[in-house]
Structure formats: C-alpha cells, structure tokens
C-alpha cells in the first residue's frame, strides 16, 4: 500500500491549502481515510476521517474551516483547510484504515505570516 500527499506549503493566516493523498495498493472505496497531523513536540492527533461511504468526522479545531472529501474513481483524499491559523503548523499525514492501516510520508503545512 502505498499512500502519497501533496498541496502543503507556507501559507499566510486566514489563507487555504487542499492537501490531496493518492493511494494505490488497496481497495480504495472499502477503507476509511484520514488526515492527521503532528505539530513540534506534540502528539499525532486526527484532524479529519471520512468513512468508506462518505461520512466525514472533525476534530473539534478545525470544524467549519476543513472538509474532507473522497473521490473513489481517482484512488484520493482531499483536505480542503480555510481560515487557516498559526497553530494549523504541523505535518500532515494521510492514513487508510485507521491506526493499524497504512501512513503516507507526511506533507508540511506551515501557517506564517
């Protein structure tokens, strides 16, 4: 399995980034996907999960400022993030199937001004 994200970068505060994972090797449509960062000296934690029919989960943070979406025919997750925020730094990692499946390489996002 392999798991590929792109769209990070150094964007201002308030500004977007549509973070996009590209999977291969599994069964795509039949797996819950995630997003998850992972900021300086803190822990991993789950930013956004959409399930394998479509139903999309936030933490808390970023709730009305991301959307997840899913497009089963290309094999990819996306993360749409709005109003972005200096404590939005962190990398970036796509998952498939939850805490015993696959992670991506990580993409970072850094929110400067």
């Known amino acids: 399995v392999k798991l590929v994200e792109s769209g990070g970068g150094l964007v201002q505060p308030g500004g977007s980034l549509r973070l996009s994972c590209a999977a291969s090797?599994?069964?795509?449509?039949?797996?819950?996907m995630g997003w998850y960062r992972q900021a300086p000296g803190k822990q991993r934690e789950l930013v956004a999960s959409?399930?394998?029919?479509?139903?999309?989960n936030y933490a808390e943070s970023v709730k009305g400022r991301c959307t997840i979406a899913r497009d089963n025919a290309k094999n990819t997750v996306y993360l749409q993030m709005d109003s972005l925020e200096p404590e939005d730094t962190a990398i970036y990692y796509c998952?498939?199937?939850?805490?015993?499946?696959?992670w991506g390489q990580g993409t970072q996002v850094t929110v400067s001004s």
């Open positions: 090797g599994l069964t795509f449509s039949t797996y819950s």
């Open positions: 959409i399930s394998s029919r479509g139903s999309p």
């Open positions: 998952n498939a199937g939850g805490s015993v499946g696959w």
